[in-house]
Nanobody
Framework: QVQLVESGGGLVQPGGSLRLSCAAS????????MGWYRQAPGKERELVAL???????NYADSVKGRFTISRDNAKNTVYLQMNSLRPEDTALYYC?????????WGQGTQVTVSS
């Protein structure tokens, strides 16, 4: 079973940028949809962005124009470029891979936006 490992989180000031990476232990060709989700303390996990194997993307309204999701099938990695970060973006960010018969999650990487 493919495992997902997120990295790139950290503490950043409002207006700053971070790039999250999600590295898969195997090929991501078998996952038609990969995405990033986040969960803030006391809140439910929510979708941030999705990308299909064909490169189609979908974003939560709250991050449109600020975040960009991409995938590199050759490197088995999905990225989330986050710009113009806001305090409300503070959360634990999870990578997800959806296959025909599977739904795989990473362990999460913390993003904290604070001055």
């Amino acid at each position: 079973q493919v495992q997902l490992v997120e990295s790139g989180g950290g503490l950043v000031q409002p207006g700053g940028s971070l790039r999250l990476s999600c590295a898969a232990s195997g090929s991501i060709f078998g996952f038609p949809v990969m995405g990033w989700y986040r969960q803030a303390p006391g809140k439910e996990r929510e979708l941030v962005a999705l990308i299909t194997s064909g490169g189609n993307t979908n974003y939560a309204d709250s991050v449109k124009g600020r975040f960009t999701i991409s995938r590199d099938n050759a490197k088995n990695t999905v990225y989330l470029q986050m710009n113009s970060l806001r305090p409300e973006d503070t959360a634990l960010y999870y990578c997800n891979a959806k296959g025909p018969l599977s739904d795989t999650w990473g362990q999460g990487t913390q993003v904290t936006v604070s001055s």
